[in-house]
């Protein structure tokens, strides 16, 4: 009788699955072109999840990550021939037998969902269940059930076995945010897949048939259960021994959960904005946005660098930087340490001068990340902290005048532009040093002039200030009065021309690295020589004057070389120290995001302070 219901099923449910495979075909052609959806199976390298890309600091150890998510991927050769049985032996005995789907247990859960409203068991056969994370949803509608056979039918058709197991065990979920094997032996054992006895490659293998169910933190013992079980079928398969399967069911399971890591947020951020340019550069984005003639052409490609961007942060790549973990402690500190002001922000950047490296940046005093970054990101007028580079080492430069050259430090009006020395003074004529000493305004106006506006300007043109405009070219600036400004990282970077009169823009990333470990990305060396040894080693000793006994000396440190020089704009709404010793170069910004009047604090000296902690 038994055998005869059975026939009778079969020879029912047969034609029935048959016109559910039809009705389902003719679904997907509704949506799509059936042979966009086979081609897009076909393209499954372009379709792989997102991968977990890691940041590294100059003792290439890890201290961010750029997903929430851990998804790290592992090449078919790297997985254990243990698991593969144990996994298949889980989710598909068939796996080696089937087309893409097994026929038999798709009647059998046909059968059994007949008796109920909806979808209760699934019959799913790993390519299956790749097809459903690579391309459809997780609902439970025979629409959804119909159109995954026929991606597994083609995902069959164009990928060998081993690849659909290779491709199924970097993509399934293994609970607690992990996909992928390799990311699930980090996770929960703190391993790579090499470094697992077969005793945790069955406790992996058993989390993906029911993640929620068999959750290592939160069910443990189920999880432990299931495991038990797949080494028994490993057993009755007999790819194992009675004794073998004992020994790895006795075998203790320690859990070493793995914690991501994501530190120094001022400073992974700031590479991930890096990045973007770095791609830019190399991939012709930034030339076509040069080229670019209209304001819709150039927004076009920003979008497509957005995306490129962000296609390459989720590739599983490991950036390697020169943050120095230290440093950038050290750094955190001194800002936090010295701003206990109510909404009194600050930013610094600390550049290593031999290799013209960021080694450590402060984006605020309690920084956030992804909050807005001070360092890069604050454009701000600079005050005196301009005139090194925009007035006498330009002058000095075309001159060759020597420190003890003469100027007039005399009141100055040219029209309505009438600036003064601090206090209204009127000093008369001093020596070029001394006037850089007590960061007078008339004199450096005069050497400007002296200059000449254009040949000023000509001479900070490499530094990239990207918020300088035409219409800063005037004397104004000479004493820090820009349309805009600049940016902590933008005037840190271009006092490094000080440290030898050459000139490298600084870098964060060393290089970038896909999953396999060939490198994808690196900064171009090309440093340029900006001013002559002749100049460097006049600027040199202004800015160590400055230091031991003008406005620079609160920051002073006990270093065979300290060169520094201050800032301070209108209305006090900006107070600058930027210099260098022979190891670094280092600048700080203290101010309000909005500006506001700080004359209170002056006499504290924030900026001079937190430059003097940072560089000790």
């Known amino acids: ?101 097994d026929a038999g247990a798709i009647i059998r859960a046909v059968v059994k969902n007949l008796v109920f409203t909806h979808i209760q068991q699934g019959g799913s056969t790993i390519t299956q269940q790749l097809a459903r994370n690579l391309y459809l949803t997780q609902e439970k509608t025979y629409n959804r059930k119909m159109t995954e056979l026929l991606y597994a039918s083609e995902i069959e058709k164009t990928m060998t076995k081993d690849e659909i197991l290779e491709s199924y065990l970097n993509i399934i979920y293994f609970s607690n945010g992990v996909y992928g094997i390799r990311s699930a032996a980090l996770f929960y054992f703190q391993q790579d897949l090499s470094g697992l006895t077969n005793a945790q490659l069955a406790f992996l293998a058993a989390i993906p048939n ?113 943050l120095d973990p230290d440093q950038q402690q050290q750094s955190i500190q001194a800002v936090k340490a010295h701003l206990p002001y109510e909404e009194v922000e600050g930013a610094a950047v600390v550049i290593r001068n031999d290799t013209r490296e960021i080694v450590s940046m402060v984006g605020g005093k309690n920084y956030n990340k992804y909050n807005f970054n001070r360092a890069y990101q604050a454009v701000r007028q600079p005050g005196s902290a301009i005139k090194p580079l925009l007035v006498y080492a330009s002058f000095i430069e075309r001159t060759k005048a020597p420190l003890s050259q003469l100027v007039d430090a005399s009141h100055y009006c040219n029209g309505t532009f009438c600036p003064e020395n601090y206090g209204g003074v009127d000093y008369g004529s001093m020596t070029m040093s001394r006037a850089f000493l007590l960061s007078l305004n008339t004199p450096a106006v005069r050497l400007m002039e002296q200059t000449g506006i254009e040949n000023a300007f000509q001479s900070i043109t490499p530094f990239h200030f990207n918020h300088v405009v035409p219409e800063d070219h005037t004397l104004a600036a000479a004493i820090g009065g820009f349309s805009y400004g600049m940016t902590p990282l933008e005037l840190t970077d271009a006092y490094t021309s000080f440290i030898d009169g050459s000139y490298q823009a600084a870098h964060a990333i060393r290089k970038v690295t896909d999953r396999n470990g060939k490198t994808l990305f690196e900064w171009p060396r090309e440093p340029v020589q900006i001013w002559s040894q002749a100049t460097t080693g006049k600027m040199r000793e202004l800015l160590s004057i400055a230091a031991a006994s003008g406005t620079g000396n609160p920051a002073n440190v006990q270093k065979p070389y300290v060169g520094i020089k201050t800032g301070t704009t209108n209305q006090y709404f900006d107070y600058w120290t930027v210099g260098l010793t022979n190891e670094y170069t280092t600048g700080v910004w203290v101010g309000h995001d909005l500006p506001k009047n700080m004359e209170s604090i002056e006499l504290d000296r924030p900026a001079h302070y937190i430059w003097r902690d940072i560089m000790r």
């Open 1 to 101: 009788m038994r055998m005869t219901v059975g026939y009778l099923t079969v020879g029912i449910l047969t034609p029935l699955f048959l016109l559910l495979l039809i009705w389902s075909h003719q679904e997907v052609q509704h949506v799509k072109a059936y042979n966009k959806a086979v081609d897009k199976a076909v393209d499954i390298a372009n379709v792989l999840p997102e991968q977990t890309s890691f940041l590294l600091d100059a003792n290439n150890n890890r201290f961010s990550q750029l997903t929430s998510e851990m998804r790290l991927y592992a090449n078919s050769e790297e997985l254990p021939a243990f698991l593969k049985d144990t996994i298949v032996l889980s989710e598909d005995r068939n796996f080696y037998e089937h087309v893409g789907f």
């Open 210 to 322: 029911n993640p929620g169910k068999y959750d290592p933190l939160s069910h443990f013992d189920a999880a432990k259960e299931r495991q038990e079980r797949l080494i028994d079928l490993m057993v009755e398969e007999k790819k194992l021994s009675p004794e073998e399967g004992n020994a790895l069911k006795a075998e203790e399971i320690k859990l070493n959960i793995f914690k991501s890591v994501d530190h120094y947020a001022d400073y992974a951020v700031y590479v991930e904005h890096e990045l973007t340019e770095l791609i830019s550069l190399t991939e012709g984005y930034h030339k076509r946005l040069n080229e670019a003639e209209s304001e819709e052409a150039r927004k076009k490609i920003t979008d497509e660098l957005y995306d490129r961007a962000a296609e390459v942060k989720n590739s599983g790549i490991t950036i390697y930087t020169a």
